[in-house]
Every structure is written in structure tokens, then in C-alpha cells.
């Protein structure tokens, strides 16, 4: 395989291991939205309790769990059409 081949191979897995990483965390974050204090702390702990952020990664149209889920599936896929691109070439 040549040496430009090798450099887009890489650069399509780094593309392809950060929509992963960043659609798995905001997966992870759409669902930990109002986590529950524990049942002995909580009429304590009502004024520390979760507040929800104002910023929006996305439109409301996609919640950000769903847009976490097709950013990874994404990442996957790519990787996988990556390796058997290679794998073909190679």
C-alpha cells in the first residue's frame, strides 16, 4: 500500500474514532438527564439537584441521545468501510 493510501486510511479511522467517542457521549449525556439523589439525602439535597444546560448541541427535532446513536453508528461504519476498502486494496 502506498504512502498516501496509508495517510486517508488514517485519517478516515481518526475521522471515524471521533464521531464515535463524541456520539457516544452525547448519547450517554441525552440519557443521564435528572439523575435522582439518594432516597436518604433527598429533601436535603433539593437545592443541589441537576439543572439541566441551556446549551443545545443539536435542533429539538433530534434529541441529543438519538443524534449520539447515529454519530456512532457512523464512526462504526466508516471504520468498518475503511478496513474493507484497505483490505481490498492491499
Known amino acids: 500500500m502506498s504512502r ?3 495517510q486517508r486510511a488514517a485519517a478516515l479511522y481518526a475521522i471515524s474514532a471521533t464521531c464515535a467517542a463524541v456520539g457516544a457521549l452525547l448519547w450517554v449525556r ?3 438527564r435528572a439523575p ?3 432516597r436518604s ?3 436535603y439535597l433539593a437545592a443541589d439537584g441537576y439543572t439541566p444546560s441551556t446549551w443545545k448541541v443539536w435542533s429539538s427535532a433530534v434529541p441529543q441521545d438519538r443524534l449520539g446513536v447515529y454519530l456512532l453508528v ?3 461504519l466508516l471504520a468498518m468501510g475503511t478496513r474493507l476498502v484497505r483490505a481490498r486494496r492491499g
Open 41 to 43: 439525602y433527598g429533601p
Open 74 to 76: 457512523f464512526g462504526v
Open 36 to 38: 435522582q439523589p439518594p
Open 30 to 32: 441525552g440519557h443521564d
Open 4 to 6: 498516501p493510501a496509508r
